[in-house]
């Protein structure tokens, strides 16, 4: 989410840290930050606002808060006009539960026009062009608290009442973008209400979605209804994937908003328009048909120290609790319970249900860099598996001899064993290793180059399965046949069961992963004629100067021969060429390699063979 640092810096009396240093802490204590950028005479987050804390903080209120607990700056509270209201006419009727809220009031004679600087500043800052005061209005709001807004020309309406119901099959609604939807009986749609008009009851927009054009503001606008609503995070994310449609608003319902921000967001939006456009504000009509429940989470300070592994104090995590908002207590348990809270979730934190919700909440104010790195004691009590034992004693001795570990399919076309729910061609378990390494071994002398050896070695440890036995079998190639026996034959030079444990405890050095690439490699071998053995150092130099990021490897010498007659040397040297992204052309390669050539023969006695 786009994020202003002007537009913060409204929601505090204190002169906000720099923006250098927010970007910092939010890091480390909130959300990653993808970019920094400047916009005129501000500075604009990108902020990865992630999908469990998006219902309160894909909004500059929800990062101000943020930025508030970190920094340990209050929030500066606003107040809205008291505006006096009128009787309304305005009726609505929520005919399906997926509406779980649905605020609407309506002005009159408001002045539709051109927005003022600020508001213009604010919005361009987020990427958003500004289009007239309503339109401009409704999205800043969105973009302050993170409740969408919709705004109906009235005039336009077929009567003063506002159905939220299910689409008909078949039911048209062309939207503000001058899409044409089909709409079906699952998507809840804003409607009109019925007078007896041939256009009565017509859909207005696509609830939680998109508004439509049939009432939609324009530069003749007079009369406004404000929609200020809540609908089911499911359907509201089904519904936008089923007819293509993404937008600010789908993004904040898909990820479920409280209810409870609707009232503050027509408080908001009321007063801006009444400054900015005017009008005669009209009172609010509110179905709210179940209100949520406001819950207690119990925590104490054995359980969040224990939980994180640190010693905080009562002080400590008292403080975290102010910073954050919450309102709490401390409950007297007796010996039993000592520094046992009671916190009152906040309504709009969705994402608080227990107590390990609050440690989070914790950690991440006081910061990760408290918790140190220590892994616990870990006592060996238990029985010795011998036969596990035996595998990791049979695999380090292969691994020292240099051999390569492989996985070869358990599933063969003949064996003693069939399975029934299998492949036709692979219906059988394997009755030896041998077969599968066979194959394995022809495919790793492919990649010999690639591997930078002259010699593949490989081994498996594997069960092979025969008729009313199973057994655990070693397999390895010994230059050009494959050997293969029982572990227990293997391992019959093993002394004891702990041997293999305790060897591996002290370490078999450590082993770095890096993944292949899916791409195949192109390999080129140079060889070049010196005056001086020496130079081999300084050849391998040019080649890996001259080449590019896909030279993989470092080029390693396969051969080398000495002329008996005039003392020079020959060094032959293998590069290997890939690409994570693609497949490598052998055009580009021979470029590469015609470039290396050239400054091979740059110098004075080198010759390329």
Not at 138 to 146: E, R, S, Y
Not at 489 to 494: I, L, R, S, V
């Amino acid at each position: 989410m786009k994020t202003s640092y002007n537009w913060l810096q409204n929601y505090f009396t204190e002169k906000l840290p720099s923006p250098e240093k927010i970007s910092e802490a939010i890091t480390f204590h909130s959300f990653e930050i993808e970019e920094i950028f400047k916009v005129e005479n501000d500075i604009v987050f990108d902020i990865k606002v992630l999908p469990d804390r998006a219902h309160d903080c894909l909004s500059h209120w929800g990062i101000a808060k943020e930025i508030s607990a970190i920094f340990g700056l209050k929030v500066k509270e606003r107040e809205f006009k008291k505006i006096q209201s009128k009787s309304t006419e305005l009726k609505i009727e929520i005919q399906d539960e997926k509406c779980l809220r649905y605020m609407g009031r309506i002005v009159r004679n408001v002045k539709v026009g051109v927005s003022p600087d600020w508001l213009k500043e604010r919005l361009e800052s987020i990427g958003q062009k500004s289009i007239n005061n309503l339109v401009d209005i409704a999205n800043f709001v969105m973009f302050d608290l993170g409740q969408p807004i919709h705004v109906f020309d009235l005039d336009k309406l077929t009567s003063s009442k506002i159905f939220i119901r299910n689409a008909k099959n078949n039911e048209k609604l062309t939207t503000l973008d001058k899409k044409n939807i089909e709409l079906d009986e699952s998507i809840l749609i804003i409607a009109d209400g019925s007078t007896g008009s041939p256009q009565a009851n017509e859909a207005l927009a696509i609830a939680g979605i998109k508004g439509g054009t049939k009432a939609e503001v324009d530069n003749n606008t007079k009369n406004i209804v404000i929609e200020v609503a809540n609908f089911n995070p499911t359907t509201t994310r089904k519904t936008a994937k089923k007819i293509g449609i993404l937008t600010d608003a789908v993004k904040r319902y898909e990820n479920e908003i409280s209810p409870e921000l609707c009232a503050k967001t027509m408080d908001e939006i009321t007063s801006l328009i009444f400054d900015l456009a005017q009008g005669e504000v009209e009172e609010i009509i509110d179905i709210y048909p179940i209100k949520p429940v406001q819950n207690n989470v119990f925590v104490t300070l054995d359980y969040i120290n224990k939980r994180l592994g640190t010693s905080f104090t009562k002080e400590e995590i008292e403080n975290v609790f102010e910073r954050l908002g919450f309102e709490y207590e401390e409950e007297d348990e007796g010996s039993t319970h000592t520094d046992r809270f009671k916190i009152l979730v906040p309504l709009l934190r969705l994402d608080i249900t227990g107590s390990h919700d609050l440690v989070e909440d914790i950690i991440k104010i006081l910061g990760y860099e408290k918790i140190k790195g220590e892994l616990p004691e870990i006592q060996l009590n238990t029985k010795i598996n011998e036969t596990f034992s035996k595998i990791l004693w049979a695999r380090n001795k292969l691994l020292n001899d240099g051999y390569s570990e492989v996985m070869t399919y358990v599933f063969r076309d003949k064996g003693e064993v069939e399975v029934l729910a299998s492949a036709s061609d692979k219906k059988f378990l394997r009755t030896n290793l041998t077969e599968g390494l066979e194959e394995s071994l022809k495919l790793n002398q492919i990649n010999a180059p690639l591997l930078e050896m002259s010699e593949i070695k490989i081994f498996e440890i594997g069960t092979v399965f025969l008729k009313g036995k199973e057994e655990m079998h070693v397999a390895f190639n010994d230059k050009k046949q494959i050997k293969e026996m029982t572990l227990e034959e293997f391992c019959k030079d093993m002394t004891s069961p702990l041997t293999p444990l305790l060897n591996n405890e002290k370490g078999m050095g450590k082993v770095v992963f890096k993944a292949w690439s899916m791409f195949p490699f192109i390999s080129r071998d140079i060889a070049v004629w010196v005056k001086d053995e020496g130079d081999k150092e300084e050849i391998k130099q040019i080649l890996k100067e001259n080449s590019t990021e896909l030279l993989i490897k470092e080029p390693y010498i396969f051969d080398s021969f000495t002329n008996p007659k005039d003392g020079r040397t020959s060094f032959a040297f293998r590069l290997v060429f890939q690409s994570y992204e693609r497949t490598l052309l052998d055009a580009e390669i021979n470029e590469i390699m015609t470039k290396i050539s050239n400054k091979i023969k740059e110098k004075n006695g080198w010759q390329v063979r």
